[in-house]
């Protein structure tokens, strides 16, 4: 029996980084913060709520969160974005095979659909959990054990794919096993740790659900 697989996005489906970070810099220069790419780095991945607190204060406006995310979902629109290496050939793979899929992401819902419509794998999930759908952040479990849940399955039949050291423990705490995809760096303290999914053997997704 085939179980679920829970997509983190960014950096795993997709690598959206530098639609982010023009976003951020042109909306903060808005606002009349000079952003540093350091600082955007520092952040990134987080809830904007989280990243607005930390560089303007507890009292910041939701609009400026709103401001750059439309900033960021036109420029994806027009300049287009590809899956990451493997990503896409896993997606359909895993699909074709009756896995079911989620994306769990601390992006916007608007944002995840956005990605989906220019990768053109909207077809192949069945959930999507995003920022709207949670109160915490990764390292905690929320975004994974509600995806789960509205895939109807249990926590021990999931895997979740991730590139960051808090989504591999949102994971474990969570009760499930993960794949961390790292480009860079030092592995990830996942139950398997690539540097691409492209990497991946074609047992690997079935492999972790027989442990």
Same mark, same amino acid.
């Given at each position: 029996?085939?179980?679920?697989?829970?997509?983190?996005?960014?950096?795993?489906? +997709?690598?959206?980084?530098?639609?982010?970070? &023009?976003?951020?810099?042109?909306?903060?220069? #808005?606002?009349? +913060?000079?952003?540093? *790419?350091? %600082?955007?780095?520092?952040?990134?991945?987080?809830?904007?709520?989280?990243?607005?607190?930390?560089?303007?204060?507890?009292?910041?406006? @939701? !609009?400026?969160?709103?401001?750059?995310?439309?900033?960021? !979902?036109?420029?994806? *629109?027009?300049?287009?974005? =590809?899956?990451?290496?493997?990503?896409?050939?896993?997606?359909?793979?895993?699909?074709?095979?009756?896995?079911? %899929?989620?994306?769990?992401?601390?992006?916007?819902?608007?944002?995840?659909?956005?990605?989906?419509?220019?990768?053109? &794998?909207?077809?192949?999930? %069945? @959930? $999507?959990?995003? #920022?709207?759908?949670?109160?915490?952040?990764?390292?905690?479990?929320?975004?994974? &054990?509600?995806?789960?849940?509205?895939?109807?399955?249990?926590?021990?039949?999931? $895997?979740?794919?991730?590139?960051?050291?808090?989504?591999?423990?949102? @994971?474990?705490?969570?009760?499930?096993?993960?794949?961390? +995809?790292?480009?860079?760096?030092?592995?990830?303290?996942?139950? $398997?740790?690539?540097?691409?999914? =492209?990497?991946?053997?074609?047992? @690997?997704? =079935?492999?972790?659900?027989?442990?």
């Amino acid at each position: 029996m085939a179980g679920a697989v829970l997509w983190d996005m960014d950096g795993t489906l +997709v690598d959206s980084e530098e639609y982010h970070w &023009l976003s951020w810099r042109d909306t903060m220069a #808005a606002e009349g +913060v000079a952003l540093t *790419r350091e %600082q955007f780095l520092e952040s990134f991945g987080q809830r904007n709520d989280a990243i607005l607190a930390r560089w303007l204060g507890r009292d910041a406006s @939701a !609009r400026i969160g709103d401001t750059k995310e439309e900033l960021y !979902r036109k420029l994806l *629109r027009e300049g287009g974005l =590809a899956p990451l290496p493997g990503a896409a050939e896993w997606v359909k793979h895993l699909h074709r095979e009756g896995w079911v %899929q989620a994306i769990a992401s601390s992006a916007p819902r608007a944002n995840v659909a956005a990605v989906l419509e220019v990768i053109e &794998l909207g077809g192949c999930f %069945q @959930a $999507i959990v995003s #920022a709207e759908d949670v109160t915490m952040g990764k390292p905690d479990p929320q975004v994974f &054990l509600t995806a789960a849940s509205r895939l109807g399955m249990a926590p021990s039949r999931c $895997i979740v794919v991730e590139d960051a050291v808090a989504g591999v423990e949102a @994971a474990r705490r969570a009760g499930m096993r993960s794949i961390g +995809v790292r480009r860079s760096g030092p592995p990830l303290a996942a139950d $398997i740790a690539v540097a691409s999914l =492209a990497d991946l053997p074609m047992n @690997a997704f =079935a492999s972790l659900l027989d442990k």
